[in-house]
């Protein structure tokens, strides 16, 4: 275990205010602490000198829940692939390394404070049927609906997303379309899915672009900045879902 300084800049911003970014000098970090956890020491400091926490989002700190997020040097979670900001660890910086922490930039997320956004649009697009509603009955015998591994390897590919938005603040755009395409794909690809993947395509899609989330531009940084690694490919699959739900709904 070895320890480093770092110099932090981070964006503090009241509910409703003008925001800043606000430099602070922290020692002592330990390489072995994850970056909530220097954030954490951050916070206890600025409390002993009767300064005002940085507010940032955290749950289960496994790197599971989609809850954690922020932008650290241009790169929301940082820089590592397919890692989320709880999972990041200080040993990926060196000492006097500078840090230039803000929130995820998008019209759709509202900053709240600090680096907490409001990520509440995804949750009204999940509304519109990122889930199953028919009756399926009891669950049947395991081989009675075969599922090709490829196909199952696809949906639970899709099933991975977290929902933690990393895809929309890295996006130019500030698009949703990896976070909606792994949805619906992980729905329409296994039997369960299939009754109401047209009207899913449609109304998800639908309350995408009502709260505010650009368009795809085919720019891939989306896919660079998953946490969980979600393909590109799962866009591909909700335009075609799209299209057929466009073209065969009734």
């Given at each position: 275990?070895?320890?480093?300084?770092?110099?932090?800049?981070?964006?503090?911003?009241?509910?409703?205010?003008?925001?800043?970014?606000?430099?602070?000098?922290?020692?002592?970090?330990?390489?072995?602490?994850?970056f909530?956890?220097?954030?954490?020491?951050?916070?206890?400091?600025?409390?002993?000198?009767?300064?005002?926490?940085?507010?940032?989002d955290?749950?289960?700190?496994?790197?599971?829940?989609?809850?954690?997020?922020?932008?650290?040097?241009?790169?929301?979670?940082?820089?590592?692939?397919?890692?989320?900001?709880?999972?990041?660890?200080?040993?990926h910086?060196a000492d006097?390394?500078?840090?230039?922490?803000?929130?995820?930039?998008a019209?759709?997320?509202?900053?709240?404070k600090?680096?907490?956004?409001?990520?509440?649009a995804?949750?009204?697009?999940?509304?519109?049927?990122?889930?199953?509603?028919?009756?399926?009955?009891?669950?049947?015998?395991?081989?009675?609906?075969?599922?090709?591994?490829?196909?199952?390897?696809?949906?639970?590919?899709?099933?991975?997303?977290?929902?933690?938005g990393?895809?929309v603040?890295?996006?130019?755009?500030?698009?949703?379309?990896?976070?909606?395409?792994?949805?619906v794909?992980?729905?329409?690809?296994?039997?369960?899915?299939h009754?109401?993947?047209?009207?899913?395509?449609?109304?998800?899609?639908?309350?995408?672009d009502?709260?505010?989330?650009?368009?795809?531009?085919?720019?891939?940084?989306?896919e660079?900045?998953?946490?969980?690694?979600?393909s590109?490919?799962?866009?591909?699959?909700?335009?075609r879902?799209?299209?057929?739900?466009m073209?065969?709904?009734e």
């Open positions: 275990m070895s320890r480093i300084s770092l110099n932090l800049k981070i964006w503090r911003q009241d509910r409703g205010g003008k925001g800043c970014l606000k430099g602070y000098r922290i020692d002592s970090v330990s390489t072995d602490m994850s909530l956890e220097m954030l954490d020491m951050l916070n206890e400091d600025l409390t002993l000198r009767g300064e005002e926490p940085v507010a940032f955290h749950d289960c700190r496994e790197g599971i829940c989609g809850m954690c997020g922020a932008v650290v040097n241009g790169h929301p979670h940082g820089k590592e692939k397919g890692t989320t900001l709880c999972q990041l660890h200080m040993r910086f006097g390394d500078t840090l230039v922490i803000e929130p995820f930039r019209r759709a997320f509202k900053v709240v600090d680096l907490v956004v409001d990520r509440s995804f949750d009204r697009i999940i509304s519109q049927g990122g889930y199953v509603s028919v009756n399926t009955g009891s669950a049947p015998e395991a081989n009675s609906i075969p599922v090709a591994k490829e196909i199952a390897d696809q949906a639970l590919d899709g099933a991975e997303c977290i929902g933690c990393a895809c603040a890295a996006c130019p755009n500030a698009s949703a379309m990896l976070f909606v395409g792994a949805k794909s992980q729905l329409a690809l296994l039997p369960q899915g009754p109401e993947r047209k009207r899913r395509a449609l109304e998800m899609v639908g309350e995408m009502r709260q505010g989330f650009g368009n795809c531009g085919n720019e891939r940084e989306c660079a900045a998953c946490p969980k690694s979600i590109i490919r799962n866009i591909a699959r909700l335009n879902e799209l299209l057929k739900a073209i065969f709904s």
